[in-house]
């Protein structure tokens, strides 16, 4: 009688575990987006976008943010749908391209044969939000890889304010979006200012 009572209590805890398990909440997957408003029809300037650097600790699934001093919180069941690097990185591809209406836009590494006449680096440093906005921090280099020449190194701190209330994850992806599609136009701005500059140049000398 005791083992049989035994084993009625084993069934019945791994009952309640399994139960448990199956109630766990589903988790959402979200994507980062490209603000881009029309195809591109032009090859000119050609433009590498990478590498792309991301902290570590933004380096996962799920999406986390700061909190008060140095506490951080994970939504476990928030999750981004592709590594963050990779999302960012294809964002600005497609931003970059609308924005410089050239179809060749390409991500590194990229071939020694056919290396882009722009090449942009892009370091964030923080990329947040709370019950107030979303916020970037990044690092970007320009430079001319053909040439291996430097343009500029510039560090943006850019920002999108969010609906007032308490954080929602649902808002967190078109606002990172938007903050990308800010810095591509930063980007995008320099790149052009810097193409018609050596296109004038050139023409002058002709």
């Not at 722009?118 to 890889?145: F, Q, T």
């Not at 606002?175 to 810097?194: G, V």
Request: net charge negative; hydrophobic share 40%.
């Amino acid at each position: 009688m005791k083992t049989i009572l035994t084993g009625i209590l084993v069934v019945s805890t791994l009952s309640l575990l399994l139960g448990g398990c199956g109630t766990s909440p589903a988790s959402n997957y979200y994507l980062l987006s490209a603000q881009a408003s029309e195809r591109p029809s032009g090859i000119k300037p050609s433009l590498g976008v990478g590498p792309i650097e991301i902290p570590e600790y933004l380096n996962r699934n799920a999406f986390i943010y700061n909190r008060d001093g140095n506490e951080l919180h994970i939504e476990n069941f928030e999750r981004w749908a592709e590594p963050l690097d990779s999302g960012i990185e294809r964002v600005l591809r497609l931003n970059m391209a609308s924005l410089l209406n050239s179809e060749d836009v390409q991500a590194y590494p990229w071939s020694r044969s056919a290396q882009p006449e722009y090449g942009v680096k892009v370091s964030v440093l923080s990329l947040d939000a709370n019950d107030r906005r979303a916020s970037l921090i990044a690092e970007w280099h320009l430079r001319r890889p053909q040439g291996n020449e430097t343009i500029m190194r510039r560090l943006s701190e850019l920002h999108h304010s969010l609906p007032p209330g308490p954080i929602v994850a649902a808002d967190i992806a078109p606002a990172y979006s938007e903050l990308l599609q800010q810095l591509s136009e930063l980007i995008a701005a320099a790149i052009l200012e810097d193409y018609a500059q050596r296109n004038t140049e050139g023409a002058n000398r002709d």
